[in-house]
């Protein structure tokens, strides 16, 4: 079955600069890849995703890059804001489910220091 | 998303009762789902449903059972909490009808259960 792993599960940047997080898959024929942002006490909410037919999608300041062969795909958020800080969880359903039975990362805690 | 709306928001017991969390959303969503939240854990699928003659176990299932009473209703079971079990929990949605068709899932508020 497919399985994603996500790193970094923490990561502290200073105001202004850009953050990476990086995930990857096994199911070499999964084709969609959400991101989600968990603030603090909410809920997850999708923020960008991208589709295996295109290599990059940008969304402001955020962006999200998939290299198909290598099975990985990156979340980028550029001139990051004190908003920016919280809890983002890649995912990737299996191929064989059309979608519907995603597969998250296990999250990676981004704090964005004033 | 204030479409999809979970009772309780919190809710304290004791190793061995039976506790149910339920679902309910307006959104129209054929699909519906059942998430844990643990720290470093990411969220995890416990069980999922295409319709209300659909149930389908996730990844960690054992423990839980669900009931899928009309299309917007959704409810999970623990017929014996215990206190592994104490987590947050997330019911969503997604649609999947024709012409409306989305791999987007909208998440409830969450439900923190605590088992003592």
């Known amino acids: 079955g497919e399985n994603v792993e996500q790193h970094p599960s923490t990561l502290s940047v200073q105001e202004g600069d850009s953050a990476v997080i990086k995930c990857t898959y096994s199911d070499s024929a999964s084709n969609y890849f959400p991101w989600y942002k968990q603030e603090l006490g909410k809920r997850p909410q999708l923020i960008i995703d991208i589709r295996s037919n295109v290599g990059e999608k940008k969304d402001q300041r955020i962006a999200v890059t998939l290299n198909k062969t290598a099975k990985h795909f990156s979340l980028h958020i550029t001139e990051t804001q004190p908003e920016d800080s919280a809890v983002y969880f890649c995912a990737a359903p299996p191929s064989n489910t059309g979608g519907f039975k995603t597969i998250f990362g296990a999250g990676t805690r981004l704090f964005v220091k004033a | ?116």
């Open chain 2, 1 to 116: 998303d204030a479409d999809v709306t979970q009772t309780p928001r919190n809710r304290i017991t004791k190793t061995g009762k039976r506790i149910m969390l339920e679902c309910s959303q307006t959104k129209g969503h054929d699909r519906m789902y059942w998430y844990r939240q643990d720290p470093g854990l990411g969220l995890r699928l416990i069980y999922y449903s295409f319709d209300v003659k659909d149930i389908n176990k996730g990844e960690i299932s054992d423990g839980y059972s669900v009931s899928r009473q009309a299309q917007a209703k959704f409810s999970l079971s623990l017929e014996s909490a215990i206190p592994n079990q104490t987590a947050l929990y997330f019911c969503a949605t997604s649609d999947s009808r024709p012409g409306h068709s989305t791999d987007t899932q909208y998440f409830g508020p969450g439900t923190r259960l605590t088992v003592l």
